[in-house]
């Protein structure tokens, strides 16, 4: 939790440090009118966004003699990002980890940065953090030079102070600590700061340091925030308190489609110790209560309001998904996105393979289900212009109050968002759901309020990871593959908050907003990784399906009112390319298979990229090694260039099948990895491990079920309290080993490695029971149900 969040009231939040004060004081364009603007303040550098208005708010840097704060737009989601991200800031300030403060994800405060998603905080957040830094470092350059009346060039930094050696110079400049019998001057970065403003834009040309002269950068530095976490002093989302706080609960219809509530025993409610109001705003129905409790027991049916539903068209029945992906009826978008001229190949190719894939929908499935607070005032703030305060742990905070705005009919000037960490995400869950439920609420109450979702809150409303279908075609010659042809068929990831839209946030769908039109393309989204990265020609094409009722089929524009025909979908880690992998990864593994060829080693002769042949030489050892498919065991590869475009992966799976019950266990995991520069190699780890776990839980486990109307798999666990079908995740008991093999490029841009494992892992794992059973299986999950109906056949 930020320092922000502590300093709670109407205009204490604008002064968490008195650096901030400051920048808010500055006048445009002049460094003497900042000066002026701030008479008796302490010097300061602040760093501002390039090309953005000079009195803007937002900062990269603010440094002054008692404080060095980053303000990052990319958020701590439980990955070490904002470790890493300061090991790439002090590096350039030649400081270390612990010397520097971190405020991240603040609308008024931070410049925005886009989302912290897709695995790309270091690749992007951290490029322009790092050249932020170093715009910083010249000009504590300049006034260390100025003030020791020597040319830049003759000074070094090292702890926190510029050092010049020359026992000739000796006189006016400060003699600090550290002499050694030398005349050795000095001035720290504290003393430059005591005088001056400066108010400087990033410059994309300032210096960075030599990566040969990394001192932070490539080292594993602990988790800054990982102390807090373990010992429990570590405030997250959820425990935010706030001055006349209540409480918030959302009553949802049973059905994704129902409709015209009716409310009912309003003064069961009333008579709750703590009941405030039931607030309704056309489908959406709460309750807001001085306690948890209290609104928990209002909106319970057995105890407070009931709410009668009209039920509302069906969903497409999860038994018949597989083929109503493919159903033509059921897409908006054709899209040819490549298309390498394969026909002719294929027509003279001696040896044509086909086969179908799919995947089921996905959910995230969190430790902790999500949470928001928003305060909604009835009028600005006369000094800062703040209406809306809203605390969430939203991976874009910035989309968020343009959607929030939207939603309130007010402008995005209005809203603040401040990022709070809760229990971590992977990918886009229900924590913006939860601030637009939150604010709704806070409306109507006029007070502040806490909205804390139940587990099955987040499993039956957060927005899920679509199921895709895939229809595989491949040439074989007598060197290996010729021809690659993979049609899909998806649901698009759709339901980010966007600006100037809010009808994609439960509240805003539930209150009569409609979403925005659907993706007319499937890159960046459902087509991640969709095409391969091997030297053969290939054609990609996507079906794109719609989750909604469209106004018509080429548009993917909603129809009014929203009825639904799928449950909602939107980004889960990878997006499409979990998916996308699997069919690839295991279909390449066919068409080796078929031409008689080693499957890694026909992976190494068709890659053209150096690196991509790296990892997967890296694997050559473990492959020779292997188990060779016998009693059930067996080893399979996969890999991946993450986007295409991206960090390179390669994963090696050893599984142990019951050939009796078709329990698979995965015995041992290795992946070789290749992100370009590595910032922090046990963080770096740390991502690796995470993507191999949840890639295993995907893959033989998590599958969301649901009926006609709503999502049913609602629970960790059924019981005789919750009968429902639980989400099946991977348990400790079953995590299996995992290695890493670090590729560091040093010379190379560092890429994210918050995503690329996991594609390879879905392949790797089908491989390796094929391997163990002679049985390809081309659907997901690998249960044991599903395993032992192959081994059958």
Known sequence: MTDTVRTLSRRGFLSGTGALVVAFSFQPSARESAAAAAPGEKGLVRVRAEGSAPAARESWLVLTADRITVYSGKVELGTGIRTALTQMVVEELRLDVADVA????????????????????????????????ATAYRELLRRAAAHLDVPADRLTAENGSFRVRSGREAGSAD??????????????????????VDVVPLDATAPLVPTGDYRVVGRSVRRVELPGKLDGR???????????????????????????????????????PGFVAVVREGRFVGVVAESEWAAARAAAPATGITVAWTP?????????????????????????????????????????????????????????????????????????????????????????????????????????ILFEEASGCYGHNGADDAAADAVLLSRAARRPVQVQWT??????????????????????????????????????????????????????????????ALPQSSVNNSGRNAPVTYGFPQRVEARLVKPFE??????????????????????????????????????????????????????????????????????????????RGTAGVGAGVAFQQYEVHDAYAAAYAEVEVDLGTGRVRVRRVVVAHDCGLIVNPDGLRNQIEGNVM???????????????????????????????????????????????????????????????????IPGAL????????????????????????????
């Open 312 to 416: 509302g068209p069906p969903l497409i029945p999860q038994a018949e998904l597989a083929t109503a992906l493919r159903d033509p009826a059921n897409h908006y978008r054709t899209v040819l996105e490549q298309d390498g001229g394969v026909d002719p190949v294929f027509d003279a190719a001696d040896t044509v393979l086909t086969a179908e894939y799919f995947t089921p929908f996905h959910m995230h499935g969190a430790m902790g289900a999500s949470s928001a607070v928003a305060d909604v005032r009835e009028s600005p703030d006369p000094e800062t212009g703040i209406q809306v305060t809203v605390w969430a742990s939203s991976q874009n905070v910035t989309n968020l109050r343009g959607s929030l705005a939207h939603l309130l009919g007010i402008g995005p000037e209005r809203v603040r």
């Open 694 to 760: 949840q890639g295993v839980s995907r893959t033989l486990k998590e599958e969301v079920r649901y009926t006609a109307d709503r999502v049913t798999s609602v629970v960790w666990e059924s019981n005789s309290f919750n009968p429902t079908p639980q989400y099946e995740v991977l348990r400790f008991d079953e995590i299996p080993v995992v290695e890493t093999i670090l590729i560091n490029r040093p010379d190379k841009p560092p890429l994210g490695g918050g995503e690329p494992t996991i594609g390879t």
């Open 455 to 516: 587990r099955q809150n987040e499993h039956a409303w957060e927005p899920l990871g679509g199921a895709q279908a895939h229809d595989m075609r491949g040439a074989l010659g007598p060197d290996g593959i010729t021809a690659w042809s993979h049609r899909f068929y998806a649901v698009p990831a759709s339901s980010r908050p966007q600006q100037g839209n809010s009808g994609t946030l439960l509240a805003g769908a539930l209150t009569g907003r409609l979403p925005a």
């Open 550 to 627: 469209t106004t018509g089929t080429p548009a993917g524009v909603p129809a009014g009112p929203l009825v639904y025909r799928l449950p909602r979908t939107s980004s889960l880690r990878s997006l499409g390319g979990f998916s996308n992998n699997f069919a690839n990864e295991s279909f390449f593994d066919e068409m080796a298979h078929a031409g008689g060829h080693d499957p890694l080693e026909l992976r190494i002769a068709s890659l053209p990229d150096p690196r991509a042949v790296a990892v997967c030489r890296a694997l050559r050892s473990l492959w020779r090694d292997r188990p």
């Open 175 to 196: 003699r600090e600590a550290g002499s050694t019998g030398q005349d050795v001057r000095s001035v720290s970065y504290r003393r430059l700061l005591e005088s001056g």
């Open 234 to 272: 570590f405030r997250y989302l959820s425990d935010l308190r706030l001055p006349g706080m209540l409480y918030g609960r959302v009553v949802r219809p049973p059905g994704r489609n129902a409709t015209d509530p009716v409310v009912g025993q309003l003064a069961r409610a009333q008579a709750v």
């Open 766 to 793: 089908a491989n390796a029971v094929f391997a163990a059973t002679g049985k390809r299986i081309r659907s997901l999950p690998l249960s044991p149900e599903r395993v032992k109906a192959a081994l059958g056949e």
């Open 102 to 133: 971190y405020v991240q994800g603040d609308t008024l405060l931070s410049v925005s940065q886009e989302g912290t998603t897709g695995s790309k905080s270091l690749q992007e957040g951290g490029i322009e953090l790092r050249q932020a830094a």
